[in-house]
């Protein structure tokens, strides 16, 4: 008699846990799947059952919802375990036995779930843009620095030509002084941001609306009880003439687990 061979199963990871308790969380998953537990010895997986295959679309909107519906759950994990362990979007496990295949993961990787779970217990993740406006530190500069100040009034009181060849000058100079700035703000609000968090990442700076540059974008593992401490030294920075920040969070600490 021939057997059939039981078909490949998936389980869709959302977040690993400390927990012993194998229960449901309701049907609050990606397509409102049913999100239960998978306990293993102390440590459990939150999931929903899928096909052996990814979430793929090429509807912009599809995805965007099952993204939103990933960190949704997360964050009710959250709640409910106080510390977890966030998994990327679209990470799953495929087997025969799929559960036994997540219990495996579990006890395989064992010792860099729980060093990662210590590390970010108690702790969040904030997103920081610090954004500063060029033209607005051009116009600082013009006012501060006598060499800038006096080659303006040199460009008012000569020909046209001669005033081509001074603007130049003076163009080149404002660059060089803005690139000094910058570096010298960077160091500044870096160190003072350093004082509130555990970690900093320092992520690629990307590009905003026009007149504004951004001068860093961080991603910050903080205390929750040091939270307001970061959110003073950032207001201060975001009343300085010229800077603005853009903090974002708390997030699960995506960005400090491996």
Same mark, same amino acid.
């Given at each position: 008699?021939?057997?059939?061979?039981?078909?490949?199963?998936?389980?869709?990871?959302?977040?690993?846990?400390?927990?012993?308790?194998?229960?449901? +969380?309701?049907?609050?998953?990606?397509?409102?799947?049913?999100?239960?537990?998978?306990?293993?010895?102390?440590?459990?997986?939150?999931?929903?059952?899928?096909?052996?295959?990814?979430?793929?679309?090429?509807?912009?909107?599809?995805?965007?919802?099952?993204?939103?519906?990933?960190?949704? &759950?997360?964050?009710?994990?959250?709640?409910?375990?106080?510390?977890?362990?966030?998994?990327?979007?679209?990470?799953?496990?495929?087997?025969?036995?799929?559960?036994?295949?997540?219990?495996?993961?579990?006890?395989?990787?064992?010792?860099?779930?729980?060093?990662?779970?210590?590390?970010?217990?108690?702790?969040?993740?904030?997103?920081?843009?610090?954004?500063?406006?060029?033209?607005?530190?051009?116009?600082? @500069?013009?006012?501060?620095?006598?060499?800038?100040?006096?080659?303006?009034?040199?460009?008012?009181?000569?020909?046209?030509?001669?005033?081509?060849?001074?603007?130049?000058?003076?163009?080149?100079?404002?660059?060089?002084? @803005?690139?000094?700035?910058?570096?010298?703000?960077?160091?500044?609000?870096?160190?003072?941001?350093?004082?509130?968090?555990?970690?900093?990442? &320092?992520?690629?700076?990307?590009?905003?609306?026009?007149?504004?540059?951004?001068?860093?974008?961080?991603?910050?593992? &903080?205390?929750?009880?040091?939270?307001?401490?970061?959110?003073?030294?950032?207001?201060?920075?975001?009343? +300085?003439?010229?800077?603005?920040?853009?903090?974002?969070?708390?997030?699960?600490?995506?960005?400090?687990?491996?």
């Amino acid at each position: 008699m021939k057997h059939l061979e039981t078909k490949e199963q998936g389980r869709y990871l959302y977040c690993v846990a400390k927990n012993n308790e194998q229960t449901s +969380l309701g049907k609050i998953g990606i397509d409102n799947n049913e999100v239960y537990t998978i306990p293993n010895n102390g440590l459990t997986a939150v999931v929903h059952n899928c096909k052996a295959e990814p979430y793929d679309s090429k509807e912009e909107k599809k995805v965007k919802n099952w993204v939103r519906a990933h960190q949704n &759950v997360i964050e009710k994990a959250q709640e409910k375990f106080e510390t977890v362990l966030p998994l990327s979007f679209d990470t799953i496990i495929n087997g025969k036995n799929a559960d036994k295949e997540v219990i495996n993961w579990l006890q395989a990787d064992r010792e860099r779930l729980e060093r990662n779970l210590e590390k970010i217990k108690g702790k969040e993740e904030y997103g920081i843009h610090l954004i500063w406006e060029p033209r607005i530190m051009e116009n600082v @500069l013009s006012r501060r620095k006598e060499e800038i100040k006096n080659l303006v009034k040199d460009a008012e009181e000569v020909s046209k030509g001669k005033a081509y060849f001074i603007k130049q000058k003076i163009k080149k100079q404002l660059k060089q002084e @803005l690139e000094k700035l910058a570096d010298e703000k960077i160091r500044q609000f870096y160190a003072g941001i350093k004082k509130h968090c555990v970690e900093i990442k &320092v992520e690629k700076s990307k590009k905003i609306e026009r007149e504004k540059e951004m001068l860093m974008n961080l991603s910050c593992l &903080v205390e929750k009880d040091k939270a307001k401490e970061l959110g003073k030294e950032l207001d201060t920075i975001n009343k +300085l003439d010229g800077f603005s920040v853009r903090f974002t969070g708390p997030w699960p600490p995506y960005s400090f687990v491996s």
